[in-house]
């Protein structure tokens, strides 16, 4: 599966790489929310998770610019534990909100439970149970 990782800290990112690689993913990291923006449209992500503090465009305008054109699921990762910008970010477009710091278990569960709604074969296999014919 294709992880797409957008976070303004360098080590972070290489940490999530290093974790999200162990399980098996192919992973793209940019600190850049244009940058990840084109990234998503030309290689075409299963999930994309994004840090809300970037440097030029916050991770909000990210998630909401990338739901202009994707329904990709979105994993925010944060520091801001505040009720109103966890909302802001699923009303801005994100399916899950992680809280830093994290355990690596937790992130893996979410991807996990991410892929398993939203995943590449989530929707063809509801496509096959609901093609299936009726037996009357």
Known sequence: MNILV???????????KEVLRSGGH???VTSDGAEALLEA???????VLVDLKLPINDGLGFCRSL???SEVPI??????REPAVL???LDAGADAYITKPFSVSELQARVRGLVRRYGPTA???SVRVLRQPSLK
């Open 123 to 125: 929707n063809e296999e």
């Open 75 to 80: 994993l925010v990762l944060s520091a801001q």
């Open 41 to 47: 449209g030309h290689w075409a992500p299963h999930l």
């Open 87 to 89: 909302v802001e970010a």
């Open 6 to 16: 957008l976070d303004s800290d360098l080590q972070s990112a290489l940490t999530l």
């Open 67 to 69: 739901r202009k054109t």
């Open 26 to 28: 192919k992973v793209h």
